[in-house]
Structure formats: C-alpha cells, structure tokens
C-alpha cells in the first residue's frame, strides 16, 4: 500500500514524500522581489517541517508588470546569485524547491493606474475593475520570451523545477477561460485555440531548459464560471496536449478570485472531512485519462482522506498551502502519527496588506 511517504523520483528529482507545499503570496520580499531575512525564514521553517518539496510564492517575470506588492521576482539576472545561496540553503535542510513564475494581468490593484496591464480581451475583470490592454501578435510573442527567460535564470539559480502559473484568474488561465478570452483569431474560440499560448510557453520554455529539467504548470482542473468557463472535459484537452509537448507535472486546482468568492481557490472553513480535497473527482477523471503525474491541490488537510485519494485514484502528489502556513511542522508530525486536527482552520484571514501570516501567530505578536 502506498503512503504519503514514500520516496518517489520525478524525472531527475528525488521526492522523499509526496506532499508539497504549494505557492503561496508571503508579501514579504522587498519593494523589487528581492528575497529578505523574512522570507527566507518562511522557507527555512517549512523545510526543517517535512515537506518533501517546495513551490515558492509566484515571482514575476516583467519587472514592469508585478501584479502584487512583494512578491518574488525573476525578471533580470540580479536575481539569480542570490537565489543560488537560497536554494543551497534550502537543499541543506532536505527540501527541493521549485519557483513558481507567473504574468498576472488585470487581476490586481496593485499600481493598476499607472501601468500597462495585458489580456486576451480587454474585459474589465468583475472584481478588480482593471481592463486590461488587448493583446497583439507581439505583446504575446513577448509574454512567451519573458517566461522562458525567466524559466532559464531558475534553471541556472539552481531550482529543482520551475512552474507556470496558469490559474487562479492570472493571464495564462485567462486565455483558457471564455469570459476573459473572446479573441477571433488562432488564440481564442475553441479550447486548442485558447490554450495556444500555453503551449507556445511550455515549448519555448522546454527549449530554454532543455528536455529533462522538471517543468510544471498549476492550472484548473475546472473554474466554475459556468457555461463561460473552463470544464474538466477542457481541462483535459488541455492536459493532453500539455504531456504531448513534454510537462513533467500538473497542479491541478480550481476557481478565480476574479468569480463568486465561494469558488474561489481560498475556501471559507474546512471543518469536515468529506469538504476536503474539493478537487479530487474532476482531477481523478483527468489523472485517469493521462500518463503525466498530477498533484492534486485544495483542501488537503488529513492524512487519512490524501492516503484514500492515493489508493484509489491515479493522483500521487498533494500540495497544501494555508495548512502549511499556518503550521510549517505539519508533515513532520504525521511522519510521527499524528492524527489530530490541523492547526490551521481555513479561516483565511493569513491574508492581509501588510504581510500574509496566520492569525493565530498575529495575536501572539
């Protein structure tokens, strides 16, 4: 029987378990994404915690275009002898770490007056009021050198991986998602169509990297936008055509901040076990239909419902993010059988303008 820890291999990394912590927004690099004595001790604590890898908060890939305040950057070489020292340090204490890169878009209010904001269609986003700049042949041409670009400066700053950010109401799931994309030319109409330029990163990406360094992209599993939005059948389409052209793995999650605050990706409490793990039946039916390994992300709280998602359906990752936040030891503690609740109880108020932590460590403070 298979358990969360395992040690498993993806490509050329070793994973000591199966559990990863997926991206989070710590809004604690500086002013220009460069890391700082707070952030490293963000991931410092979570590989000293157990898991087995490491997805780091989205780093921007345009220094023109940061989609939010603090956040990593990996848009000019500066950045990569100090992500080198980072991702020893991080080695050293048994973790890998993958960086997450990400071209946000109209979702944000960060300086969003005072910049030029990209979309595939230029529709007010419903909740951040931006509308954002339609994209041309060459503003697309130059979004697609920008993560590989970026993708190449973490390869070389020693990351075991890099991911796309194509979720979450950001500009690659944009493309995928009708309400956003009403374009008539070869990006958008039918899901080959608008899923184009995910491709065209992954394949100028691949060619930055090289074929055996690990590639990943976190997109939907589905989005919830109803008839405008994206469906698991689509996910699928997509997915295949993502392993077609050499990923390594999929994240699969779901919702917008940008829809009904209730499908969006942070869920309001978590107190039962059977409102865990909200995506796993549409990311069971894709992970059923595709060779390429898919970790399942949202509402992974328990040891005991991840190990019946392991021994029943084709998933073999779980990422977590809040949980972690809130309790960085967590994996550690299972390791040693504990059982017990988590401390985190998806309240979601980690999030906050000045910093992101769990606010049950803002009231010690």
Known sequence: MSTLFDQTSLGPMTLKNRLWRSSTW????????????????????????????????????????????????????????????????????????VMQIVYGG??????????????????ENPIFKVTPVEMTKNDIDYIIKSFAEAAGRVK???????????AHGYLLSQF??????????????????????????????????GPDYPVFIKMHSTDEWGENGLTPEESLIV?????????SGIELSGGH????????????KLLKKEKESYYRKPAAMIA???????????????????????????????????????????????????RGKPRCISCNKCWGRDTNICVLDRKKS
């Open 106 to 123: 109209s979702q944000t209010d960060f300086n969003s007056g005072s910049r030029k904001i990209f979309g595939p269609s230029a529709v």
């Open 288 to 338: 059923s239909a595709v060779d390429v390994p898919i970790i399942l992300v949202g509402g992974n709280r328990s040891v005991e419902v991840m190990e019946d998602i392991l021994e029943n359906t084709p998933i073999k990752y779980f990422s977590l993010s809040r949980t972690l936040h809130a309790e960085p030891d967590l994996p550690n503690k299972w390791k040693q059988g504990f």
């Open 239 to 247: 997915v295949k055509g993502l392993q077609e052209r050499g990923i």
């Open 176 to 209: 995928l998602t009708p309400f956003f994309n009403r374009r008539k030319d070869e990006y958008g109409g039918s899901i080959e169509n608008r899923a184009r330029i995910i491709y065209e990163v992954l394949e100028a990406v691949r060619e930055k990297v």
């Open 156 to 166: 070389e700053a020693g990351f075991d991986g890099v991911e796309l950010h194509g």
């Open 26 to 97: 710590e809004n604690k690099a500086d002013s220009k994404g460069h890391l700082t004595p707070e952030l490293v001790k963000v991931y410092e604590n979570l590989a000293k915690g157990g898991v087995g890898t490491i997805i780091t908060g989205y780093a921007f890939i345009c220094e023109e275009e940061q989609p939010n305040a603090r956040m990593m950057g990996i848009y000019d070489d500066t950045f990569i002898e100090e992500y080198k020292n980072f991702t020893k340090n991080i080695h050293e204490l048994g973790a890998n770490i």
């Open 257 to 268: 901040l940008s829809s009904d605050p209730d499908t969006a990706p942070i869920k309001p």
